[in-house]
Each structure stands twice: as C-alpha cells, then as structure tokens.
C-alpha cells in the first residue's frame, strides 16, 4: 500500500463500509424513512405496544404514502420506482423502529399493491394502485387460513361462477391491516384453478374482526376476514395469472423486504447494548470493558453486518432481474435467525433491564418470532432450499 494512502477511520457503526456500496439517492431515501421513524414511531411506540394498539394507523398510511414508501418500488400510478436496494433501506429503518411498521408497508406494498399491478387489469391498477401509493387506502392479503398455512394449495375458501358474478365463500387468518383495510386482495380456489380477487372491504358479507390477545407484533393490526358468499362483479379477478404462483410471487417480493427489515430489528438491539455497555458499571467501570461483552459485541456486529452485505447483494441482483426465490429463502431464514439470536444477546448485557420496554430489545424480540413464522417458516425454507441444493423435493 503506499503511504500516501491514508485509510478512513474505522467507523463502529459501519464497521465494513456499506454505505460506501450507496449512492446519494440510496442515502437520501434511507435517511428520509429513518428521520420519519424517529419523528413519528419511536417517541410512541412502547406504548402503542403494551396497549397492544396502532392507534394512528391510517394517518401512519397517509405520511409514509407522503415519504414515497407505499409500493415504493413499483412504477406508475403514483408509485415512487425507487430501486430493490432503495426498497430494502426503507425496509431495514421501519423495522428498526418496530417490525409492525414495517409488516404495515410491506403488506401494503409488496403484496397487495404488487399483486394488482403485476396481475391485476388495468382498470384495476387504476382504480386502487393510486389511492393506496397515497395511504388514502390501505390494503390487505388474503391468503393464509386457520388450517392452511404453509400449505395454501389446500385452501378452502372457494370462489365459484354465478352467472358473470363471483361468489367468494371461506375464511383467512393472521392477516396484517384487514380491520383498516379498504381493498383485499384474496385468493381462493376455483374451477380453474387458484385465483385472485380484489375485494372492496364494504362488499355485502365481508368482514375482518381484529384478532387481539397477541403477545407479538402488539402495534400492528392483525385480523381475520371472513368471506360470507360475498358477491363480486365479473371483473374483480385478477386477470393475468392462474395458480399458486400468482400468491407466492407475491410472498417472495415481501420476504425480500423482510431480510432486511430483520437486520433493522437486529441494530435496533445491538444499538442498544453498545449504548448501555459503554454507560453501564459494574465493578467499578463500564461492562463494555470486560471481554465476554466484549466477545459478544463482537460477535453480534460480525452477523448484523454479513447480514446487512447479504441484503444487499439480493437487493443488486433484484434490480438486475437475477434475484431467484431460492435466494430470497436463503436470505430471509438466515437473517430472521441471526436477528433473534442478535436480541437474546444483547438482552443478556442489559440483563434484567432487557425485559423493560424502557429499551426496545425484548420488543424487537417477541416481534422477530411472528417474523420468523410469516411469509415461510423455517422450516419451509430450509426444505426450498434443501431441494436446490439436492434435487429432491422433500415436500412430498
């Protein structure tokens, strides 16, 4: 190396230096959603999670469609068109403040906005995708039921033909946003096949009671929707696609989201510990000073980072149209694994002060569990990823 060469400092809160890996427009956007989150979420949402409540929700809606974060990376109809890398940023700051902000945004986004303007008409993408980049409509997804989750082709809400109506009939459960949800996008079995359906929230026999007593993702809105034969016009089927590649198309666009809204939910406590390990004394200086902490330290900004350049290089290989749905299991059941065991550490250096939602660690912990299990358990994953490695399909 010459010696004209000077190095950068070394910078604890970016240890590797990824943002050298941004441009000003990946900054400018990561900077926007991490200043709105602190503005907005963060002075509140302790409370909103011991009440159990998002009490704002639909004002929520409407700022973050303000900031260009609802459907943020699709194009047209009021969408910003930023980039996957741009998309996962907003993704990582939300989940930093809470995984129930971000669950908002990536339901919104990345699943019912997306199904519409991947499969829907083009009077449907008019007629919602605008209102809902706006947040003047939320949405919601329907896919999961009580007794099908991880396998939706078994599903058993049925649509069937009445003439040139649909009639839609069954129930679906554990779906973010339904209660506040002015549009859902719901699939259900036909004749032909899997099919999807936007479904106006007033239709006659819809509805979407609040599910309530959770012990995770508290400030999030969770509900079920029940289907009871709810009458649909002829032209509120998603035209374009036929089967479960129409849904899980659909789930892996938002399990991009959740790699890296883990690794937020994961600095979020690492932060945290680095903060209280430097302040904290036991006897007689900072417990940072002493090397199993810092062993720990050690080893969790060792995961947070290689997750965060793991996010990263799925993010350059979706805006390059390379990005396959092996990857996005690779990377959602690494990152949402390493994220938990991120937060039980850091809880160990705060000790008892980690349960308190004083700090945000056991916060971020119970909500990483919910993480953990939507949009494809681990063990789904690791069978998707088991049959690309071997060949064989272990589902059967």
């Known amino acids: 190396m010459s010696a004209s060469v000077k190095l950068p400092p070394f910078d604890p809160a970016d240890p590797l230096g990824i943002d050298d890996l941004l441009d000003p427009e990946d900054l400018a956007v990561r900077d926007t959603v991490r200043r709105w989150a602190a503005d907005r979420v963060l002075p509140h949402v302790a409370e909103w999670y011991e009440k159990g409540e998002l009490p704002e929700i639909r004002e929520l809606a409407r700022e973050l469609g303000g900031i260009g974060a609802l459907g943020m990376s699709l194009t047209g109809y009021g969408c910003a068109g930023a980039s996957a890398v741009q998309y996962g940023l907003a993704c990582l700051e939300l989940e930093a403040a809470d995984s129930g ?10 699943l019912a906005m997306y199904a519409i303007h991947r499969f829907g008409s083009e009077e449907q993408k008019q007629t919602w995708l605008p209102r809902m980049a706006s947040g003047e409509i939320i949405g919601c997804f329907g896919l999961t039921e009580p007794d099908h989750g991880s396998d939706p082709a078994s599903m058993r809400t049925y649509a069937k033909k009445d003439g040139s109506d649909w009639v839609l009939s069954g129930r679906k459960m554990w779906i973010t946003n339904g209660s506040v949800s002015g549009v859902a996008v719901v699939w259900a079995q036909t004749d032909e096949g899997i099919r999807g359906f936007v479904v ?8 979407a009671p609040e599910i309530k007593h959770k012990l995770s993702l508290r400030a999030s809105v969770t509900s079920e929707l029940v289907l009871d034969d709810v009458r649909l016009p002829a032209d509120a089927v998603l035209p374009e696609v036929v089967g479960l590649k129409g849904p899980l198309s659909c789930l892996s666009h938002a399990r991009y989201g959740i790699v890296w809204g883990a690794m937020g939910a994961a600095r979020s406590c690492f932060e945290a510990a680095v903060d209280y390990a430097t302040t904290r004394e036991q006897f007689g200086r900072p417990i940072g000073g002493f090397q199993l902490t810092q062993a720990k330290l050690a080893d969790m900004a060792l995961e947070l980072h290689k997750g965060i350049l793991l996010a990263h290089h799925l993010g350059r290989r979706m805006d390059a149209g390379r990005l396959r749905p092996e990857q996005v299991s690779f990377g959602k059941l690494n990152n949402v694994r390493e994220a938990i065991d991120i937060c039980r550490t850091s809880r160990t250096i705060l000790g008892a002060n980690g349960i308190s939602l004083e700090y945000p660690i056991m916060r971020h912990a119970t909500n990483l569990e919910s993480v953990l299990t939507y949009e494809g358990t681990v063990e789904m994953h690791q069978l ?13």
């Open 384 to 396: 998707v990823l088991g049959k690309a490695l071997t060949g064989l399909d272990a589902f059967r």
């Open 101 to 110: 902000i971000r669950s908002l945004v990536s339901v919104q986004g990345s």
């Open 200 to 207: 106006p929230a007033d239709s006659a026999g819809f509805s």
